[in-house]
């Protein structure tokens, strides 16, 4: 069964300073991933996702993500985070194609940004 | 304006009764989603339908039911069966061909 894990609850970041959350994942195959940010009692964006080719695909509001195959992760970044940047994101796996697919979500991570 | 409408954004129940939430996509995709989520635990699916008349129990199906009779609409009935119904739920459509998938902004429910 696939798996997603994102090990950090909560992070504080400065305005201005980078960011890099972290997400693993478990899947037997190549796997679907994608980032989404969710905004206190909102639904959940959609700011990228990898389906296959360029291992560093590019999302919305400025972000990116890295997908590393021997390390099973798909970290998501940004250089300079902005005060509107603080949310929750998430990271899921998915198996791939159509058909009876779902999305398996990590539990995931509180951005915080500092003044 | 394409998108994913859940309504209400806040809804209030007795102890005991059913209650019904919806969900209305106008993306014409095909495979709708219900997710319940609850702080500290993620995403986790209650139900999930890929065509009209055809549904799955995901993760936590138990105290749940849907119908799809129509592919605009998926409509989550929370029963009394439900032991700890008070949650954020959420809604979302997959496009065709990928995984992709799109959410509403969610409904709060409460019981009281």
């Known amino acids: 069964a696939q798996s997603v894990t994102q090990p950090d609850i909560h992070i504080t970041v400065s305005e201005g300073a980078s960011l890099e959350l972290r997400c693993n994942y478990s899947y037997g195959a190549t796997p679907y991933l994608f980032w989404y940010v969710q905004s206190p009692g909102q639904g959940l964006q959609l700011l990228l996702k990898?389906?296959?080719?360029?291992?560093l695909v590019q999302g919305i509001k400025g972000f990116e993500a890295e997908f590393k195959r021997s390390q099973s992760s798909f970290n998501l970044r940004k250089p300079s985070v902005h005060w509107s940047d603080a949310a929750e994101y998430f990271c899921?796996?998915?198996?791939?194609?159509?058909?009876?697919?779902?999305?398996?979500f990590g539990k995931g991570t509180m951005l915080l940004v500092s003044p | 304006d394409g998108g994913i409408t859940q309504s209400p954004k806040y809804l209030f129940r007795k102890e005991g009764q059913n209650v019904t939430l919806s969900c209305e996509q106008n993306?014409?995709?095909?495979?709708m989603y219900w997710y319940r989520q609850d702080p500290g635990q993620g995403l986790r699916l209650i139900y999930y339908s890929q065509i009209v008349n055809d549904f799955q129990k995901g993760d936590i199906a138990e105290g749940y039911s849907v119908s799809r009779e129509k592919k605009e609409s998926f409509p989550l009935t929370v029963t009394s069966a439900q032991k700890n119904p008070t949650a954020f739920y959420l809604c979302a459509s997959k496009e065709k061909g990928t995984d992709t998938q799109y959410f509403g902004p969610g409904t709060r429910l409460t019981v009281l």
């Open positions: 899921a796996v998915g198996r791939g194609g159509s058909g009876y697919s779902t999305l398996t």
């Open positions: 993306l014409n995709h095909d495979a």
């Open positions: 990898y389906f296959s080719g360029d291992t």
